[in-house]
């Protein structure tokens, strides 16, 4: 009997040994948070068909030997902003590199409003990543209400909630919000959880850039987990910092606030980039009551000197409050009606248009610049310290805010190059603040499980093929403020879907991402 039993053992391996590829010996780091093992890894129609000691008899197409490497999960980033330029460069070689392999993007209230149409244009260019998309307050508010500095009439709460459910129904898998932004900064509460809910009838999740990153920061993360109370949905608070120069070390408080509303039985998550600059755009500013109603409506605003002086006298408050002497801290990035400027800060800028080195004149500089449209910047707003601490917290899942980069283009901020690899480096291997098996869980299976990615985050049979290798020694970031278009190097292997898109650290051109439409009945 037990002869017969090893024989039809032997013969169900047999059977199963055949695979697509089969990776030899890696350490593998399952995404769960686990510490490594050793294991072969047989994947078959871009699935995850078997892991484990899998034999000498198992045999595939394409043999790994992985000694020495570790494999993970490919990594997913939760907040991204690809719109516009996934569509000329569909592999997305800048996040492949970092070893992305899912981006979630519509975040910060824009995304795109159509998605049946943009997700069929995309799958007829052949991508490189996987795609999500939440559907965006500010795009869905813009649609119906232009830029009107005004509370919904109830009328227009349900065109936007038809709006939301719709998206869904298409498979976006949540909700964004960017409430500092025009013109979803003009809404109320009851609206953002009104459509938050629109939402969480298709089982989405909220995904909110809060009204405040300083001052107010408590009240902005009361009004972020609302919606995650009212409609028992998993809540997102995007690029978690403290941006007030003078409120430097309040993650402290910030952070304690998560952990309450977690301990009460709130689903509240958070993700950050490693980095002390952020970037937004120049508009910000600006107080949003200037930007509203249109560009007719700005310039006239703006050529009025009453209606200017009283917009410079905001802007110069708002400078104070952000504990900042000028504008020394904000740096052009991106601005194509005058490409001269990028790399620059706005003092510098300022002193370049021979005015004196007044907080006064350099609101005025900024003021000329916004004529010609608004600028994508760089700000350093953020404390190291703060950074650290919001990086050790468990709850942190790690996210660029980038987008898919044109090499070469502008002066953008480095996330979109290196996050990941950044927190490798930098976080784990250099300074020792995380362990490397659960920043890897950070990028993985904890946005997955936020965003109901069920086959994607871990390294289970049955999973996604989603796989990189590399060896954590030598993963490391290359692009910095100064040189930001620099490709990470590090993550040699990376495949998705099954499909190999970096060989030895090189670009294959394959194309093995897809759509991941949201499955309402998840
Ligand atoms: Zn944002």
Same mark, same amino acid.
């Given at each position: 009997?037990?002869?017969?039993?090893?024989? %039809?053992?032997?013969?169900? $391996?047999?059977?199963?040994?055949?695979?697509?590829? %089969?990776?030899?010996?890696?350490?593998?780091?399952d995404g769960a948070g686990n510490p490594w093992f050793h294991a072969d890894i047989g994947v078959r129609g871009g699935k995850i068909a078997?892991?484990?000691?899998?034999?000498?008899?198992?045999?595939?197409?394409?043999?790994?030997?992985?000694?020495?490497?570790?494999?993970?999960?490919? +990594?997913?980033?939760?907040?991204?902003?690809?719109?516009?330029?996934?569509?000329?460069?569909?592999?997305?070689? !800048?996040? %492949?590199?970092?070893?992305?392999?899912?981006?979630?993007?519509?975040?910060?209230?824009?995304?795109? $409003?159509?998605?049946?149409?943009? +997700?069929?244009?995309?799958?007829?260019?052949?991508?490189?990543? !996987?795609?999500?998309?939440?559907?965006?307050?500010?795009?869905?508010?813009?649609?119906? *209400?232009?830029?009107?500095?005004?509370?919904?009439?109830?009328?227009?709460?349900?065109? *936007?909630?038809?709006?939301?459910?719709? /998206? *869904?129904?298409?498979?976006?898998?949540?909700?964004?919000?960017?409430?500092?932004?025009?013109?979803?900064?003009?809404?109320?509460?009851?609206?953002?959880?009104? &459509?938050?809910?629109?939402?969480?009838?298709?089982?989405?999740?909220?995904?909110?850039? *809060?009204?405040?990153?300083?001052?107010?920061?408590?009240?902005?993360?009361?009004?972020?987990? &609302?919606?995650?109370?009212?409609?028992?949905?998993?809540?997102?608070?995007?690029?978690?910092?403290?941006?007030?120069?003078?409120?430097?070390?309040?993650?402290?408080?910030?952070?304690?606030?998560?952990?309450? +509303?977690?301990?009460?039985? $709130?689903?509240?998550?958070?993700?950050?980039?490693?980095?002390?600059?952020?970037?937004?755009?120049?508009?910000?500013?600006?107080?949003?009551?200037? &930007? /509203?109603?249109?560009?007719?409506?700005?310039?006239?605003?703006?050529?009025?000197?009453?209606?200017? /002086?009283?917009?410079?006298?905001?802007?110069?408050?708002?400078?104070?409050?952000?504990?900042?002497?000028?504008?020394?801290?904000?740096?052009?990035?991106?601005? #194509?009606?005058?490409?001269?400027?990028?790399?620059?800060?706005?003092?510098?800028?300022?002193?370049?248009?021979?005015?004196?080195?007044?907080?006064?004149?350099?609101?005025?500089?900024?003021?000329?610049?916004?004529?010609?449209?608004?600028?994508?910047?760089?700000?350093? #707003?953020?404390?190291?310290?703060?950074?650290?601490?919001?990086?050790?917290?468990?709850?942190?899942?790690?996210?660029?805010?980038?987008?898919?980069?044109?090499?070469?283009?502008?002066?953008?901020?480095?996330?979109?190059?290196?996050?990941?690899?950044? $927190?490798? /480096?930098?976080?784990?291997?250099?300074?020792?603040?995380?362990? &490397?098996?659960?920043?890897?869980?950070?990028?993985?299976?904890?946005?997955?499980?936020?965003?109901?990615?069920?086959? @994607?985050?871990?390294?289970?049979?049955?999973?996604?093929?989603?796989?990189?290798?590399?060896?954590?020694?030598?993963?490391?970031?290359?692009?910095?403020?100064?040189?930001?278009?620099?490709?990470?190097?590090? +993550?040699?292997?990376?495949?998705?879907?099954?499909?190999?898109?970096?060989?030895?650290?090189?670009?294959?051109?394959?194309?093995?991402?897809?759509?991941? @439409?949201?499955?309402?009945? !998840?």
């Open positions: 009997m037990k002869f017969l039993l090893c024989l %039809l053992t032997a013969c169900a $391996v047999a059977q199963a040994a055949n695979y697509d590829l %089969l990776i030899r010996n890696a350490r593998v780091l078997a892991i484990g000691g899998l034999g000498t008899g198992a045999t595939a197409e394409r043999v790994i030997d992985a000694a020495g490497r570790t494999a993970s999960p490919g +990594f997913i980033d939760v907040h991204t902003h690809i719109e516009g330029v996934v569509e000329k460069i569909p592999r997305g070689d !800048n996040y %492949l590199l970092d070893g992305v392999t899912t981006v979630i993007t519509g975040n910060c209230g824009g995304s795109k $409003v159509k998605l049946s149409e943009w +997700f069929a244009g995309l799958e007829k260019l052949g991508l490189g990543l !996987n795609i999500g998309t939440l559907i965006g307050h500010n795009s869905v508010r813009r649609e119906v *209400m232009g830029t009107a500095n005004r509370k919904a009439t109830p009328e227009e709460i349900l065109k *936007m909630q038809e709006m939301v459910e719709q /998206a *869904m129904r298409e498979g976006a898998v949540g909700f964004s919000t960017g409430l500092i932004y025009i013109p979803g900064t003009y809404s109320e509460t009851s609206e953002v959880v009104a &459509l938050a809910k629109a939402a969480a009838k298709y089982g989405g999740t909220y995904a909110s850039h *809060m009204r405040d990153e300083g001052e107010n920061i408590v009240a902005a993360i009361n009004e972020a987990v &609302l919606a995650g109370k009212e409609a028992g949905m998993p809540v997102q608070i995007s690029h978690f910092k403290i941006d007030n120069r003078r409120l430097w070390g309040g993650s402290i408080k910030s952070l304690a606030l998560v952990e309450k +509303f977690r301990a009460e039985g $709130v689903d509240v998550v958070i993700d950050q980039y490693p980095y002390d600059h952020s970037s937004t755009t120049l508009g910000i500013t600006l107080p949003s009551w200037a &930007l /509203a109603d249109g560009e007719a409506a700005i310039k006239e605003r703006l050529s009025s000197p009453v209606t200017r /002086a009283r917009i410079k006298r905001e802007m110069l408050r708002m400078l104070v409050q952000k504990g900042q002497l000028n504008y020394a801290y904000a740096i052009v990035a991106s601005y #194509s009606p005058e490409r001269q400027l990028e790399g620059k800060t706005i003092s510098q800028i300022n002193r370049l248009r021979k005015r004196l080195p007044t907080p006064a004149n350099e609101a005025e500089t900024i003021l000329e610049i916004m004529r010609k449209g608004d600028a994508q910047m760089v700000y350093h #707003s953020m404390s190291m310290l703060d950074v650290d601490r919001i990086m050790k917290y468990p709850h942190t899942a790690i996210a660029s805010d980038g987008g898919v980069r044109e090499f070469g283009l502008g002066m953008p901020h480095p996330r979109s190059y290196g996050t990941n690899a950044r $927190v490798h /480096a930098e976080f784990v291997r250099k300074r020792k603040l995380v362990p &490397l098996e659960e920043a890897i869980r950070r990028m993985t299976s904890l946005p997955a499980r936020t965003f109901h990615l069920r086959d @994607r985050g871990l390294l289970h049979e049955g999973m996604a093929a989603d796989i990189l290798l590399f060896d954590p020694a030598k993963v490391q970031d290359k692009a910095t403020y100064q040189a930001p278009h620099a490709f990470t190097e590090g +993550f040699d292997f990376v495949l998705v879907n099954g499909v190999t898109m970096v060989e030895d650290g090189k670009l294959t051109g394959g194309r093995g991402g897809r759509i991941l @439409r949201h499955d309402s009945s !998840n």
